[in-house]
């Protein structure tokens, strides 16, 4: 079982460069800064909140991807 637990984990990090390389590839300087800037300050906006309430990412994985 351990070694699926491998194999999957490795696949989807796999998929996730993938899925990087290609953003990166397919995608223009502009509009590749825009959707960076975006995403540091939706980062930074969940860093303030979880701060502010003293609580844990781990504690409220529901929160960041279902907001």
Do not use: P
Request: overall charge positive; glycine content about 8%.
């Amino acid at each position: 079982m351990a070694k699926l637990s491998n194999t999957i984990a490795t696949l989807l990090a796999g998929a996730a460069v993938g899925v990087a390389v290609g953003y990166l590839l397919a995608t223009d300087k502009e509009k590749r800064q825009e959707d960076l800037g975006k995403i540091k300050d939706r980062l930074s906006d969940l860093k303030q909140k979880y701060a502010k309430n003293g609580a844990t990412v781990t504690d409220n994985v529901e929160d960041i991807f279902h907001t």
